[in-house]
């Protein structure tokens, strides 16, 4: 389960640190090829979701790396469910459709909230 749980967690966190940072980092314009959402949110909202991502991908790797504070690794994949839940209902209420990667990375992060609590 360690094994499994080092792979999910890290796939899952690579990919929320890459989405989030985009998100701190890249303007409006540079976002909008492949976030059509991102007109539909204010700016700073946009910035805080990247944080948010960036701050989970944090909470799935330190706890199990130090050993301190696990419990923190369950909640913060717990938190990307809501937070890819969130992303589904603003997917559904926009022109853009497209939500089968919102749904992966939902099951997948579920999916580490049961690894983490076999930790």
């Known amino acids: ?19 989030g940072s985009l998100k701190v980092i890249r303007s409006r314009d540079q976002l909008r090829p492949m976030m059509s959402w991102v007109d539909r949110v204010p700016l700073p909202a946009l910035r805080a979701l990247g944080t ?16 301190i ?28 459709r497209r939500i089968a990667l919102n749904v992966a990375l939902t099951g997948t992060a579920a999916v580490t909230i049961w690894l983490a609590t076999r930790l």
């Open 1 to 19: 389960m360690y094994i499994a749980y080092w792979i999910v967690a890290g796939l899952l966190a690579l990919f929320y640190v890459y989405a």
């Open 52 to 67: 948010v991502e960036i701050l989970g991908a944090t909470g799935l790797i330190l706890p199990p790396l130090t050993g």
């Open 69 to 96: 504070a696990l419990p923190l690794a369950p909640a913060a994949a717990g938190g990307l469910v809501l937070l890819q839940a969130g992303a589904i209902a603003v997917h559904l209420t926009g022109e853009d």
